[in-house]
Nanobody
């Protein structure tokens, strides 16, 4: 059974940085898109960033553009989210996700139903 395992969450002051990592455990598999989503208390889960391997294109939510960077290794199905200039509103549980199917349109990378494999989540807390 394949699982995604996130690491790197924690507590940081506003303006600080954190680096989240995601790697698979279990059997090997192929992915077409990998991404990060987050869910703050009392809110819906939302898209943060994604990387599409076929074109190495990256996509970001407007709220994190210029502050977060997604990167990864297609061969290893690993992805990293570098988060800089963190704000209290970035506080959330961050989830890694992967899709074993190609996407027809770029915006598919921003949609939850594109992804068929999810991690358990890692908590990020930004204090003011």
């Amino acid at each position: 059974q394949v699982q995604l395992v996130e690491s790197g969450g924690g507590l940081v002051q506003a303006g600080g940085s954190l680096r989240l990592s995601c790697a698979p455990s279990g059997r090997t598999f192929s992915t077409y898109v990998m991404g990060w989503f987050r869910q703050a208390p009392g809110k819906e889960r939302e898209f943060v960033a994604a990387i599409r391997w076929s074109s190495t294109s990256t996509y970001y939510a407007e709220s994190v553009k210029g502050r977060f960077t997604i990167s990864g290794d297609n061969a290893k199905n690993t992805v990293v989210l570098q988060m800089n200039s963190l704000k209290p509103e970035d506080t959330a549980v961050y989830y890694c996700a992967a899709s074993s199917r190609p996407i027809a349109r770029w915006y598919g990378a921003t949609e939850e139903n594109t992804y068929d494999l999810w991690g358990q989540g890692t908590q990020v807390t930004v204090s003011s």
